[in-house]
């Protein structure tokens, strides 16, 4: 029996450059880079200098305060540089890559492996940072059993890959035994969250030992914490895990070949790149072979992920250890006479105070323009309409701002994450930035219950 | 627009910290925003912003008062050529009033943006579109006659007890406009109540022609004289005395259409007053004991301030409840209050500035239960979750 959830509340932005469903030769970037700001809270400790040969799984840096959490290059080759900035925070340590050499873990069936081996394996591949908790939206820590566990298996943020369409129908067994290496994880359920349309591939349907649930509905229904909220909130005290479905491959692959080769299906996306569409490459590569001649000219914004929570690359930067899409719009830094006087055929808004309401099917090439100045709170009840959860947003964020601790775990900060608030902030009139509040909120939370 | 942008370029350095007009910043910022929407870019968290901003939001407010703004010029010249005794046509009454209201309009927006721009200064902040609502809204709840240091005396109280003393744009508890208005109404009733204020000259012992009377439909029913009210209609389409904006339904309906559209203005606020207005004033006619409690339900929509105070004051975001539970509560109270003073208070002729003004105190009161439930509920399923 699968649940299906159907929500109202949320937005399905409408910008230009969907990808098209084609998927382009696999790419083999000279580079790549892994970025510990992919990973928010996170403390590193460099293990590797400029010049070390590494193989696929060498641990790059590790976690401070958890040591045994270690992040590895995802190729075999030789680090030409470590980034580092403000206050010597490290940015990027970027492999250029040389082989195809792999760490040998070894393989073994998980079925047959105690959970702390499966701990420790994920450990010592570097792919355990794909496992991540509520709360506080950051990577799960090894000692904790969560109550439940969350496979996410659609996106439906702006531009989102197709995960019905990137899903690889021909690796049926890695999914399968990635399903059952993250469900020893957990004494509770397994969660497989789908997208209640679309052609479900053959390998998601009937898939044994996790409960399926169905979702739908505008952005943000793809994203995990609206489905725990729906399906097993977390309250003061609980922890849930969530893995992204492309991860689970990887995890399978991890255990059947012993190797850790984070190959993924990504979106090209945005409305300025000529072709948008799919490329597989592996985590943490160079956008350059995707995107060298496939952008239109001016001055471009490039994301790895979408334009609600994806971080700014450059050009040439590497894609996110998270991130399935990369988004290329165009940059904003225009002043516009009188803007907020105009009719406004081409400027989108979730209002309808501007003239291009009146074409509800266009989609627009939005760009990086603020749209006006920060303001205090001035508009209410804009964004309970799109957080799909029993949550008052608004209460929330100011109780963040008065870091009223009691107030913050009363109305429901366990439970969410900057993602979840995206919405909020792209529709703030007051132009609030929202998700840095929202996290500033779980640092503090999580400072206070250390 | 380039040369201008280039002389904008070239003067800023002047209004910046350390610039010669450093003191004028914030008023050089907010007239360059006015002019250029900044070319500032997202920089972290969405990369892509709406296009809304509250400048739009404040100016689609505006485009919705215009209606009654114009109608209101009308209804000036109509009302004053009238108590002469004169026909006149629709653009000489308009004409005449429009010159009349200007400068109110103008007092009510140099005294409160000249307020706002040395509260920005001070506080270091860019200055707050929302005195450009408010400053539209003080000349169309005054009558026409009110001298221009009344207003701009009260529009000052209203800007800095009202709203900067609580922090600025956002954080008051009390709507600016209302509470210009009520300044005027307890400091100067003789201006603000009686028969002979709401027809321009009257009250400067103008002639007028015999058995006119300057009464309004407020006045005319708290004296439980409703057999000589105005018919509906005439009341409906406003060419009746009351203060400048507030006489026309019909022009403050096209407004209300307006802000329902486009979603800037809270139809469950303008919906749950008229609901709350509409069971208090059907109970009032059940146990009717005099002519007022008598009236009809529906003339109380058209009469006084009704219509506009609940489209454009009841739904000022900051001062309504912020949950949208809350918003039906406190539209049912405005709308039921409204009737109560109106009816069984006399000394109040004007209902419904009273009832939105209390209610905003009791705003966040409504919200503090709305929130209490919802804390409930989720400690209500960790409760659950502990005990499975």
């Known amino acids: 029996m699968s649940t299906l959830i159907k929500l109202k509340k949320g937005l399905d932005i409408k910008i230009a450059g969907s990808p098209e469903k084609i998927i382009h030769s696999e790419v083999h970037p000279a580079f790549y880079g892994v970025k510990p700001v992919d990973f928010p809270g996170l403390v590193p400790k460099l293990c590797v200098k400029p010049g070390n040969k590494v193989m696929a799984g060498t641990p790059l840096f590790f976690n401070k305060h958890r040591p045994e959490i270690k992040f590895t290059s995802p190729v075999s080759g030789t680090v030409i540089s470590v980034t580092r900035g403000e206050r010597r925070r490290l940015l990027e340590v970027v492999i250029e890559k040389a082989g195809d050499d792999y760490v040998s873990f070894g393989k073994s069936d998980p079925e047959t492996l105690i959970r702390n081996k499966i701990k420790e394996r994920l450990l010592e591949s570097g792919l355990w940072p794909a496992v991540r908790q509520r709360p506080y939206h950051i990577v799960a820590n090894p000692s904790d059993i969560p109550k439940a566990l969350f496979i996410s298996g659609f996106d439906t943020a702006p531009l989102a890959p197709d995960y019905n369409f990137i899903v690889d129908n021909s690796s049926a067994s890695l999914f399968r035994t990635g399903i059952t290496t993250l469900s020893s994880l957990t004494d509770g359920k397994t969660h497989l969250v789908l997208n209640a349309g679309g052609d479900t591939p053959e390998i998601l349907k009937n898939v044994s030992g996790v409960e399926v649930s169905h979702f739908s509905g505008p952005h943000p229904a793809g994203n995990v914490g609206i489905h725990i909220h729906h399906l097993d909130p977390v309250n003061k005290g609980e922890i849930v895990w969530y893995v992204n479905i492309q991860d689970v491959f990887s995890i399978g692959r991890l255990f059947e070949e012993g190797i850790y080769k984070p190959d993924r299906l990504v979106a090209l996306t945005g409305s300025e790149v000529i072709h948008p569409q799919y490329y597989k490459i592996r985590s943490g590569g160079s956008v350059t072979p995707m995107v060298r001649d496939n952008v239109k000219s001016g001055n471009l914004r490039y994301i790895s992920g979408n334009v609600l929570t994806g971080s700014r690359i450059e050009h040439d930067g590497y894609l996110g250890y998270y991130d399935s899409q990369i988004t290329v719009i165009p940059e904003g830094d225009y002043y516009e006479f009188f803007g907020w006087a105009k009719p406004g055929i081409n400027k989108y808004s979730f209002s309808k105070a501007f003239a291009s309401s009146f074409f509800p099917g266009k989609s627009y090439r939005l760009d990086t323009n603020f749209h006006g100045g920060e303001r205090a709170f001035v508009i209410t009840g804009q964004y309970e309409k799109v957080v799909p959860m029993d949550i008052y947003p608004m209460q929330l964020l100011k109780a963040i701002l008065s870091a009223d601790i009691d107030m913050m775990e009363n109305l429901g900060i366990y439970e969410v994450s900057e993602e979840d608030f995206a919405l909020c902030e792209f529709i703030c009139p007051s132009k609030t930035e929202i998700q840095s509040i929202v996290r500033k909120g779980l640092d503090l939370m999580m400072k206070e219950m250390s | 627009m380039d040369s201008l942008r280039k002389k904008i370029d070239k003067l800023k350095p002047h209004f910046v910290k350390g610039g010669r007009f450093e003191k004028l910043q914030s008023v050089f910022e907010g007239f360059e925003s006015f002019m250029f929407v900044p070319k500032k870019v997202t920089f972290k968290g969405s990369h892509v912003r709406d296009s809304l901003d509250l400048k739009r939001t404040m100016i689609v407010v505006i485009i919705a008062l215009i209606p009654a703004l114009l109608f209101g010029a009308y209804n000036t010249g109509l009302q004053h050529f009238r108590s002469l005794g004169l026909e006149t046509g629709v653009m000489q009454n308009f004409w005449f009033g429009f010159l009349r209201i200007l400068p109110l309009i103008v007092v009510s927006y140099v005294v409160g943006l000249g307020i706002e721009f040395i509260a920005a200064q001070i506080r270091g902040h860019e200055i707050n579109e929302g005195f450009l609502v408010t400053g539209m809204l003080i000349p169309l709840i005054v009558p026409v006659d009110i001298p221009l240091w009344m207003l701009a005396l009260a529009t000052a109280f209203a800007v800095i007890i009202g709203k900067e003393v609580f922090g600025g744009t956002g954080m008051n508890v009390l709507n600016p406009a209302l509470t210009a208005r009520a300044f005027l109404f307890f400091s100067y009733p003789g201006w603000m109540t009686g028969d002979k204020v709401w027809i321009e000259g009257m009250i400067r012992g103008q002639n007028i022609i015999d058995g006119f009377s300057g009464a309004t439909p407020m006045a005319l029913s708290a004296a439980y004289e409703t057999d000589k009210l105005p018919s509906f209609m005439e009341m409906f389409i406003g060419t009746i005395p009351g203060s400048i904006g507030e006489t026309s339904t019909i022009a403050i309906l096209i407004g209300a259409i307006i802000l329902i ?88 002729p004007e209902g419904v500035m009273l009832a939105i003004l209390l209610m905003n105190v009791f705003a966040p009161l409504i919200d503090y239960f709305v929130i209490q439930s919802n804390i409930k509920r989720r400690l209500r399923r960790a409760g659950v979750a502990i005990n499975n």
């Open chain 2, 261 to 348: 559209v486009t979603g800037i203005g809270s139809w469950k606020i303008m919906l749950s007053v008229l609901a709350g207005a509409l069971g208090m004033g059907l109970f009032l006619n059940a146990i009717a004991v005099n002519p007022y409690m008598e009236l009809p339900v529906y003339y109380h929509f058209v009469m006084g301030g009704f219509a506009f105070g609940t489209v454009f004051m009841a739904t000022d975001p900051v001062t309504a409840s912020q949950t949208e539970t809350g918003k039906w509560i406190y539209g049912l109270l405005i709308g039921i209050f409204s009737i109560i003073f109106r009816v069984l208070n006399p000394a109040y």
